[in-house]
């Protein structure tokens, strides 16, 4: 495998695209095979990028980098490992060892939301929440047109209503916009937002930043626990208003739902 890293006075340097030296590595059977410095003067990210190109670069190594620049090295198959900011002896001794890895790529992610056609998307998800006692609305129409579903159930703690936003994946080409989008879409008249789409980790963590909801597509899968527990799987424990619905339930899991 070889292997970039932007590199500054024996740390991963602080920005991709701004960086001007790399440490290029090739590994082989868990081992450093060779090692070498190279420079770049000027500071346009497309030349860091033809680095990757005319060295075959397999995986890059980096902390900073602009989401253009990520989704340039998902298009050309390089896995990317981000956000490190240790030495870079450290950083290659957790590579080497297994404990650091690269993260899902935005454009697998991208591909497999498009694998599965929005109807189906949408249709699996009003019977996951109308199997959890939910009674399911369209969205608000082109105004907010990445809200697909509006999910409605009454409180069995205080009675009151609990209004869900659902969005499910594949409306525009970046998933981390509609995301953002989404989050912005569903307003605070929405005590949840739940993002449905395929199992991904990238599109876990672009939710979380956002307090979205993930609900990972598993067609085999149609229902979940009854009660306050299938409710914190679908919801999470984020919920305004109704902190104590949840207080005496575990933890929620993606994991337990029930097959059909």
């Given at each position: 495998?070889?292997?970039?890293?932007?590199?500054?006075?024996?740390?991963?340097?602080?920005?991709?695209?701004?960086?001007?030296?790399?440490?290029?590595?090739?590994?082989?059977?868990?081992?450093?095979?060779?090692?070498?410095?190279?420079?770049?003067?000027?500071?346009?990210?497309?030349?860091?990028?033809?680095?990757?190109?005319?060295?075959?670069?397999?995986?890059?190594?980096?902390?900073?980098?602009?989401?253009?620049?990520?989704?340039?090295?998902?298009?050309?198959?390089?896995?990317?490992?981000?956000?490190?900011?240790?030495?870079?002896?450290?950083?290659?001794?957790?590579?080497?060892?297994?404990?650091?890895?690269?993260?899902?790529?935005?454009?697998?992610?991208?591909?497999?939301a498009y694998e599965i056609p929005l109807d189906q998307l949408i249709?699996?998800?009003?019977?996951?929440?109308?199997?959890?006692?939910?009674?399911?609305?369209?969205?608000?129409?082109?105004?907010?047109?990445?809200?697909?579903?509006?999910?409605?159930?009454?409180?069995?703690?205080?009675?009151?209503?609990?209004?869900?936003?659902?969005?499910?994946?594949?409306?525009?080409?970046?998933?981390?916009?509609?995301?953002?989008?989404?989050?912005?879409?569903?307003?605070?008249?929405?005590?949840a937002r739940v993002f449905v789409a395929p199992p991904s980790g990238?599109?876990?963590?672009?939710?979380?930043?956002?307090?979205?909801?993930?609900?990972?597509?598993?067609?085999?899968?149609?229902?979940?626990?009854?009660?306050?527990?299938?409710?914190?799987?679908?919801?999470?424990?984020?919920?305004?208003?109704?902190?104590?619905?949840?207080?005496?339930?575990?933890?929620?899991?993606?994991?337990?739902?029930?097959?059909?």
């Open positions: 495998m070889k292997i970039l890293i932007p590199e500054l006075n024996g740390y991963i340097a602080p920005c991709f695209e701004a960086c001007s030296s790399f440490i290029m590595l090739e590994v082989e059977k868990g081992k450093i095979k060779s090692r070498r410095k190279t420079r770049l003067e000027g500071h346009e990210g497309f030349r860091r990028i033809r680095l990757l190109r005319v060295h075959d670069t397999q995986l890059l190594v980096c902390n900073g980098i602009g989401e253009f620049y990520r989704d340039m090295i998902a298009s050309m198959g390089i896995g990317l490992v981000p956000d490190q900011c240790l030495s870079i002896k450290d950083t290659l001794r957790g590579l080497l060892a297994g404990k650091i890895k690269p993260e899902d790529s935005a454009l697998d992610a991208i591909q497999g249709g699996w998800a009003k019977e996951i929440f109308r199997k959890a006692g939910f009674s399911i609305n369209p969205g608000n129409g082109k105004d907010s047109f990445l809200i697909d579903l509006t999910a409605e159930k009454v409180c069995p703690v205080c009675s009151g209503k609990i209004r869900v936003a659902v969005c499910c994946g594949g409306h525009t080409y970046r998933l981390d916009q509609e995301i953002r989008e989404f989050h912005f879409s569903a307003g605070e008249e929405y005590h990238y599109v876990e963590r672009s939710c979380a930043e956002y307090s979205i909801r993930f609900l990972p597509y598993e067609p085999s899968r149609t229902a979940v626990p009854a009660g306050n527990t299938g409710l914190k799987i679908l919801l999470g424990e984020n919920i305004p208003g109704h902190e104590r619905l949840f207080a005496d339930v575990a933890p929620g899991n993606l994991s337990g739902m029930a097959d059909k």
